[in-house]
């Protein structure tokens, strides 16, 4: 079993940055690959980023491609996501999930993934 909890969001003025931070507790987080997703109001889910157990691999959505930054800490059971350049249209909840099969590694598919944090919301201003 893995519990998720993200931090780190917040209100920021357009062209900032924020770190999101996902811990978890449980040993198999570890071995689990993990991604983002963010929904806005009134809007579906959709991926954002993605990172392998491992973090050599890594994976982005265009719209954040070369603004956000993946990355993780085994040792500390946390996955970090920077996001620079922000911009009204990130306003969203983000989430952060883990799935247990390797295979699914970076997959965008939202079905992949056994288990999901609360979120955490991040409102940028313009």
């Known amino acids: 079993q893995v519990q998720l909890v993200e931090s780190g969001g917040g209100l920021v003025q357009a062209g900032g940055s924020l770190r999101l931070s996902c811990a978890a507790s449980?040993?198999?987080?570890?071995?689990?690959?993990v991604g983002w997703f963010r929904q806005a109001p009134g809007k579906e889910r959709e991926f954002v980023a993605a990172?392998?157990?491992?973090?050599?691999?890594?994976y982005y959505a265009d719209s954040v491609k070369g603004r956000c930054t993946i990355s993780r800490d085994n040792a500390k059971n946390t996955v970090y996501l920077q996001m620079n350049s922000l911009k009204p249209e990130d306003t969203a909840s983000y989430y952060c999930?883990?799935?247990?099969?390797?295979?699914?590694?970076?997959?965008?598919?939202?079905?992949?993934?056994?288990?999901w944090g609360q979120g955490t919301q991040v409102t940028v201003s313009s």
């Open positions: 999930a883990a799935t247990t099969n390797r295979y699914y590694s970076g997959t965008r598919d939202e079905r992949r993934y056994d288990y």
């Open positions: 449980g040993r198999t987080f570890r071995t689990s690959p």
């Open positions: 990172i392998s157990w491992s973090g050599l691999s890594t």
